[in-house]
């Protein structure tokens, strides 16, 4: 829907207002045009129904304003004498029309005096659940959001099971597109799985000003732009569904590149306009090695240093093995494996596969030649080991999958470019052999209707030579990097899917912990309320915020104790 439509939308939502209330608007000694005027009305309820008018604001928040109607078609009814619970339900389940009801089938009587304390414990139970609620919704929305790390893409920087905060305000609080949602959750619902919002109406793209900018090298919470499968709800029949952007799945990575720059990748590392890239001293670099050891490689063989919480083990697949379904099973359930090269070794080091899957495969030790996902400074060290015979950093070959899918270009993913990150407002020339770097921005992105026709271009019916961007893209990849699904694959990200910037580490655990009790030793104390960004090395706030929290919890019980009294 257009800024247009919403506004006639919400005239008509004034007039359904007025002829259910202006009655009851007269007998709370109001004029009855007074439920008429727009905003005028809502403030003059607020005055009615003995309630702050700073409510009036939440109405005109998407998502929070689903949940406020309900409390005051609910407050309406029993500020002219309707308390039942019947009463209650029959409003809410009606989507507000009992008001006509009250309006003009009963005798409704206003009372002016009347308490605004719930009448029972259970009714003050869910009045105060239904404003954490909105309070909650209002922070995750537009303030900070929680978030987890699910990928191994941003590995050493971020690691699988820590759970981030997200600051919406650093680049801008992005308004809900998608107004009919369920509260703090994403686009699905817990235990069911299905989806959490309806797919229209839809706002227009809104987004608040932002403290700063996205600059190089700023780690990203965005919403994955590739998200168009039906199957994130179980529907295998191939077809695609476009979620709302707002409601694709949230990714996070590190953005190399921004709007304006010329980007390159040689042998895995980016150039910027010509210079090589110089990452924060926290990112860690990650790539395949091919490792050949002296003797067969198992757990008493294998260096000790590559070990560690997140590594436990080292296990391989031979791809005669790969189709098998005992192995497949035992991938869904327990793990997943990354296919490295086209030879015959499938292997994972760590992190990736529990050992009751490598037990389960009987794989429990290798031959002598594995590949292992590691960092130059690691490989460098390896080298040394006294039973290493060679280690060779993997280049892989040119790959149609790379971004933008022109198998003329023969880029892979270790070696591409240079390409365009488009700005708002450049121009660009189109032909043939631009295009495929720009399609997917003109069509899905900026909502053309684009077609071609032999070497003419055509953009909403007429012939171009050149297109100029409207918003601004990045270009988001991980650290891991080979390991990660990101912008080499999929393209650009705009600025319109951006979600926000992690900001601290509250909680970090072993997420493939094979169980609970395991999962709480795994507990990384170290990196609990650290900062994301910044040199050197990470330091934990753990200790200042137990004393804030004992500050805070020993007050609020002075506090009862002293209400109590």
């Excluded at 009606?94 to 009448?119: C, H, M, Q």
């Excluded at 920087?157 to 998608?178: C, E, I």
Aim: with cysteine; proline share 5%.
């Amino acid at each position: 829907m257009t800024f247009i439509q919403w506004f006639l939308f919400f005239l008509v939502i004034q007039i359904i207002h007025f002829f259910g209330t202006w009655k009851l608007y007269k007998k709370a000694g109001r004029k009855s045009w007074e439920a008429l005027v727009p905003i005028y009305n809502a403030i003059i309820l607020m005055h009615i129904i003995k309630r702050p008018k700073w409510w009036v604001l939440l109405l005109f928040i998407p998502v929070v304003n689903l949940l406020m109607f309900p409390i005051l078609w609910i407050e309406t009814i029993r500020t002219f004498g309707f308390y039942k619970k019947i009463d209650s339900l029959l409003v809410i389940g009606t989507l507000g029309f009992y008001i006509y009801y009250v309006n003009y089938a009963t005798d409704a009587t206003y009372n002016s005096e009347r308490s605004l304390k719930p009448r029972s414990e259970f009714g003050e139970w869910v009045s105060s659940i239904t404003f954490a609620i909105i309070a909650a919704t209002l922070v995750h929305t537009y303030f900070m959001q929680p978030f987890t790390i699910p990928t191994s893409s941003l590995e050493k920087s971020l690691l699988v099971g820590d759970y981030l905060f997200v600051s919406k305000f650093h680049y801008g609080a992005r308004v809900p597109s998608t107004v009919i949602a369920a509260p703090m959750v994403h686009d699905s619902l817990p235990f069911t799985g299905s989806k959490s919002y309806l797919q229209s109406p839809q706002l227009p793209y809104t987004r608040l000003p932002g403290l700063q900018k996205i600059k190089n090298n700023d780690i990203v919470c965005f919403n994955w732009p590739a998200d168009s499968l039906a199957t994130m709800w179980g529907d295998t029949s191939g077809k695609f569904t476009y979620k709302p952007f707002d409601k694709k799945t949230n990714y996070v990575k590190r953005s190399v590149g921004i709007a304006g720059d010329s980007l390159e990748m040689r042998n895995g590392y980016i150039y910027i306009n010509g210079k090589k890239n110089t990452l924060p001293y926290r990112a860690k670099l990650q790539f395949y090695y091919t490792f050949e050891c002296k003797e067969p490689i198992s757990q008493s063989s294998f260096p000790k240093f590559l070990l560690s919480k997140e590594r436990t083990g080292v296990y391989r697949i031979l791809s005669e093995y790969w189709n098998n379904k005992k192995v497949q099973e035992a991938i869904k359930e327990n793990g997943s494996l990354t296919k490295i090269g086209e030879d015959s070794l499938y292997t994972e080091v760590a992190g990736g596969i529990n050992p009751q899957f490598a037990q389960r495969l009987k794989m429990s030790n290798v031959e002598n030649k594995i590949n292992i996902n590691m960092t130059s400074e690691e490989a460098a060290r390896l080298k040394k080991y006294p039973l290493t015979i060679s280690v060779k950093k993997i280049n892989h070959d040119a790959d149609e999958a790379i971004f933008p899918h022109v198998k003329e270009l023969g880029w892979s993913q270790d070696n591409f470019g240079p390409i365009y990150i488009p700005k708002k407002g450049a121009t660009v020339t189109l032909n043939s052999k631009s295009l495929p770097f720009y399609e997917q921005i003109i069509k899905n992105y900026e909502h053309n209707d684009l077609m071609v026709n032999g070497d003419d271009i055509f953009i909403n019916g007429q012939k171009v030579s050149s297109y100029t961007f409207q918003q601004d893209y990045y270009y988001l990849i991980g650290d891991n990097r080979h390991n990660s699904l990101d912008a080499r694959y999929w393209g650009y990200v705009p600025f319109d899917h951006v979600l926000g910037k992690p900001v601290m580490i509250w909680f970090s655990w072993d997420a493939n912990a094979p169980s609970f009790s395991e999962k709480i030793k795994s507990i990384r104390w170290n990196r609990m309320f650290t900062t994301v960004h910044g040199d050197g090395e990470p330091v934990s706030y753990r200790y200042f915020v137990f004393i804030l929290i004992g500050i805070y919890s020993l007050w609020s019980y002075t506090k009862g104790k002293k209400r109590k009294k």
